[in-house]
């Protein structure tokens, strides 16, 4: 029987978690696992007071990420998705990872315009369901800021686009590759990579 380990990749901005709903709803039995969900988890459990305590507490993230990984992993579930704006820096693990629990590895990256991605990514800082503390030098549980536009850890726009570069975003690759460009959401169609997903599982 073959498993699936999904990477969605991406620069923030590129719809990674409206591909995982559209997924979700013809795969509905997938195993969805990001490390953003596990800052958000240790920002609220146990907080920051600066920018070193949250380097700090990114390192735990990713521990607590690839264990729970491997758990999925070790567990033999048929398809696993994670999303995350990868980078080379995470690629080595994850390989080794697919290889030791004998994961079939398929990347879809997305990929945009640089101006198309900056708007996307001011828009979304700025939204109330944005976790705060991707905002902010330090946080703690039941932080409030009414005016995300005064967050104190906001990015530049230079300093995005230098992080794109540098981290390669978009040349991010393990495994069978699906690029989709995002520039413009209307003209992306995902229903046949979908349905040859949907179809992998049901081949085995």
């Known amino acids: 029987m073959k498993k699936y380990l999904i990477l969605l990749a991406g620069s923030p901005g590129t719809g990674k978690t409206f591909l995982i709903q559209q997924i979700k709803r013809q ?8 490390p953003d969900e596990g800052k958000e988890l240790f920002a609220d459990s146990v907080g920051f ?5 949250k380097a700090e507490l990114e390192k735990r993230v990713w521990q607590f990420y690839y264990g729970v990984l491997a758990l999925y992993l070790e567990a033999g579930k048929r398809m696993i998705v994670s999303e995350y704006p990868f980078s080379n820096k995470q690629k080595h693990k ?39 503390s991707h905002l902010m030098q330090s946080y703690h549980y039941g932080d409030h800021l009414e005016d995300r536009s005064k967050a104190d850890n906001q990015i530049t726009r ?9 981290r390669g975003y978009e040349s991010f690759r393990l495994g069978e590759l699906h690029e989709f460009d ?14 040859y997903l949907e179809n992998k599982m049901k081949r085995n």
């Open 94 to 132: 994850l390989a080794e990872y697919a290889n030791r629990y004998h994961y079939e590895v398929i990347t879809i990256r997305l990929v945009a315009d640089f101006e198309v991605l900056w708007q996307r990514r001011q828009q979304r800082d700025l939204e109330p369901e944005r976790h705060l």
């Open 49 to 53: 007071n600066s920018l070193e305590e």
């Open 27 to 34: 795969i509905p039995d997938l195993f969805l696992i990001t």
């Open 182 to 195: 995002v520039t413009d959401y209307r003209k992306v169609e995902y229903e046949s990579l979908i349905d």
């Open 158 to 166: 230079d300093e995005f686009k230098a992080i794109i570069e540098a």
